[in-house]
């Protein structure tokens, strides 16, 4: 039950962003890759999340793969890839015209991932676990940064990943608040998610305690 990324390659052009390089997140760890701006931080993130394609190597979830050797699998093979991770992106990317509990349901819903009340129930849930329980009918744009981060957060966990990634997750964020999501992450990596962020905050890394951080320098050997 593991993230298993293995000899990965990937350039643009003639840059050599990320070189045969293997990496391994594993259930109730928190794996941060942290590194200066344009070291392939976004890149790797992007691969994993199949937003960009690699040009060699292999990437796994739970041994259900992504790329084999750098063959991407077939469509229902990269679906249940994608069904085991939840990604937060660094702007949040939350529906405006949606409420937060409908941004919640939309991906599950489309995808039949369980019946309507059930999916009610879990987004009510996850919305009070991450200290927004009262936002449900709220527009992303009442909200605080802060609070679009949890809710945010609670629409990746809502297919019930297996690996939650972060992108940036701090990099709009007072210092206050940054110790408030640091708890959470903290929080959902001690209930058996994986965890992988990126990012250059070395006070968040700080915050996480016992993390793995991951110089983005390691990409190229
Ligand atoms: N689509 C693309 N086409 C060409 N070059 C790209 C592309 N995406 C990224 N790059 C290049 O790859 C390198 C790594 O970029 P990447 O965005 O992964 O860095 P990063 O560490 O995430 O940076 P930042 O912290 O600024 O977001 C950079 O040199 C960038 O210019």
Request: hydrophobic fraction near 40%; glycine fraction near 8%; charged fraction near 25%.
């Amino acid at each position: 039950m593991s993230l298993i990324v293995k000899d990965v390659s990937k350039q643009f052009g003639n840059n050599v962003v990320i070189s045969n390089y293997s990496m391994e997140v594993a259930p109730g760890e928190i794996t941060v890759i942290l590194g200066e701006s344009g070291s392939g931080k976004t890149t790797i993130l992007r691969m994993i999340n199949h937003l960009e394609e690699v040009d060699k190597g292999s990437i796994s979830i739970d041994d259900t793969y992504l790329v084999k050797d750098g063959e991407y699998q077939d469509n229902q093979s990269i679906k249940d890839y994608q069904y085991k991770i939840g990604l937060v992106f660094q702007d949040y990317q939350l529906f405006p015209n949606l409420s937060v509990t409908e941004n919640l349901l939309l991906a599950p819903l489309s995808n039949k991932f369980a019946d309507k009340a059930v999916l009610e129930e879990r987004a009510a849930s996850l919305l009070e676990q991450m200290g927004v329980g009262d936002k449900g009918d709220s527009k992303p744009s009442q909200l605080s940064g802060g609070q679009k981060q949890r809710v945010a957060i609670a629409r990746a966990m809502m297919m019930n990943p297996s690996l939650l990634c972060f992108d940036e997750p701090t990099s709009a964020l007072d210092e206050k608040t940054v110790g408030k999501i640091a708890e959470l992450i903290t929080q959902l990596s001690n209930q058996g998610i994986m965890i992988l962020i990126i990012t250059h905050d070395n006070e968040l890394v700080k915050l996480l305690g016992d993390a793995r951080v991951i110089r983005t320098t390691e990409f190229i050997k």
